[in-house]
């Protein structure tokens, strides 16, 4: 039995025919669009009146952390990263007093700009009386780094005098003392200590990543990637799929070494093993490789050095987590079993690494895999006509083009110069780039699309906080930042045979709005919504 919907503006996003008045859906879908290939249907049983409303294509995240987001809503500590240091520690006092005797306290997030006050003695010794005998461990707005009390650092065995792990460090004050604060690889000891004494169950898992999916329709998303995926999650996704409870296309990427999620196993044993949690919905197609940190931190590998206190002005180029021949060789040995990869990279010497990587494999003549920079904040411009000769995906996430505190941060580590030159997405585009645009969700506050696609027309601020705009030159189009959360998002993780835009065949994933985002006042944006969010046919978002 098929459903026609009409009297609508219907935004396709397929390149022959832009737009139409009326689709239609059965078994979830899309049949016919268009008033010439509805008409010709003879099964239908239900017409549904649009009312003049616009229907586009389901949003589509090409990087979040649904899992992490969903445990921290239903699980964790929330605090906002604007707290200050005095109102955290009021929060997570009074987190602390509502929990049962030796739990964990976790989530987030704290402020990455809070760490240089809370890098203390005399913070940890508050941080330990704040959580009333709770073991704790906090991540900053970032996800990379972590802060931890001094019960917790004392069941992970982190001392003064534990030497910094490869990739990440253990902060100390002036006189060697451990401060509580853990730069990337730092925290995984802690966080493997708190997985290996309170992990979270199959259970938890499973409400946790429907909670998150409940939570991405309220803003018309319908598919998404995990963009570093635990194997338990995997399995949490098939199970859910095969009871029928997975509502969204969810591609897959699990991480070949363990940096800032602490996540077990890892590497190739569940490399390997991941196509044993397919399932109609999900799909587990990528790795996902951290090759640097984050330009504030320091820690993310750049070609030209970093501003340095010391007054060394050639000392501190960042790094990257693996030589380049491992990387390349991580792209080869699961090239050759069709594995795609997802390889976090912000600074412009790391991107590079990734490009130089991905021309081994083309060479050997790997050309099916999908290979995404993620975030990318920074290219070098002679590499830009790379990501189309290698078949590159530009992965942008979070929404970090328009002038925000974490923008403004660059400024404090490299030339204000060489700040500002931060998402190129213009330039990719005119050199024939695929760009799709995610959230990285909870890292961002939100995985509400809307003011990211303002800010990709206009690269100001949505908030209204801070004035101006961010290299204003970079700006697209209204018609290309839709396509950036809609069918290129779809190519980037292989799922545009079945989702992406309004056509024949695929899914019936579709939003309906009270504006068309291609003519409304730009302003709109800022405070659009979703009124209905449909998947496969089923309505599983409706704001009335």
Known sequence: MTTVFENGTVRTLEAHRPTASTFAVRDGRIVAVGEDEVAGLTDIHERVDLLGRTVIPGLIDVHNHHMIAGRKDLFEFKAAPTLGAEALFEAVEAYARELPEGAWITGGSVGSG??????????????????????????????????????????????????????????????????????????????????????????????SSERAIEMLHGYGITAFQDAATSFQTQQALQSLDERGRLKAWVVTASPVEEFIFG?????????????????????????????????????????????????????????????????????????????????????????????DAVEQVRRAGYHEPIYHIAHGQFIEPSDLPRFRELGVVADISPALWYPNVITE???????????????????????????????????????????????????????????????????????????????????????????????????????????????????????????QTWFAGEKVFDRS
């Open 263 to 355: 996540i077990e196993p890892i590497g190739e044993e569940v490399i390997f093993a991941m196509e044993e949690t397919r399932s109609t919905h999900h799909r587990p197609d990528f790795i996902k490789i951290f090759l640097d940190g984050v330009p504030p931190a320091k820690t993310a590998a750049f070609l030209e050095p970093y501003l340095d206190d010391s007054g060394c002005s050639d000392c501190n180029f960042g790094y990257m987590t693996m030589p380049q021949e491992d990387l390349a060789s991580w792209l080869l040995r699961t090239a050759e079993r069709g594995i795609s990869a997802k390889i976090h990279a912000t600074g412009d010497a790391s991107a590079r690494a990734v490009l």
């Open 114 to 207: 809070l760490f240089p006050e809370l890098d203390s003695p005399e913070a940890l010794r508050r941080f330990d009386e704040v959580a009333h005998g709770h073991p704790a461990v906090l991540t900053d707005d970032s996800l990379h780094n972590r802060w931890a009390n001094s019960l917790a650092l004392e069941i992970a065995g982190i001392g003064d005098g534990t030497p910094d792990p490869r990739g990440g460090s253990i902060a100390r004050d002036a006189e060697g003392r451990a401060t509580g604060i853990l730069y990337e690889a730092g925290g995984m000891m802690v966080e493997k200590a708190r997985e290996r004494i309170a992990p979270f169950s199959s259970e938890d898992l499973e409400r």
């Open 409 to 531: 941060s660059f400024k404090s580590v490299m030339p204000a110069e060489r700040a500002a030159k931060v998402q190129p997405n213009r330039d990719l585009l005119d050199h024939g780039a695929l760009v799709a645009a995610g959230s990285d969700w909870p890292v961002a506050v939100s995985p509400d699309p809307w003011p990211a696609i303002y800010s990709l027309i206009t690269r100001q601020d949505p908030t209204r906080t801070m004035p101006g705009a961010l290299w204003p030159e970079q700006a697209v189009t209204r018609q290309e930042a839709l396509e950036f959360a809609t069918i290129n998002p779809a190519r980037a993780l292989g799922i545009d045979d079945v989702t992406g835009s309004i056509s024949v065949g695929k899914s019936a994933d579709f939003l309906v709005l009270d504006f068309d985002p291609m003519t409304c006042e730009l302003d709109e944006l800022l405070q659009a919504q979703a009124l």
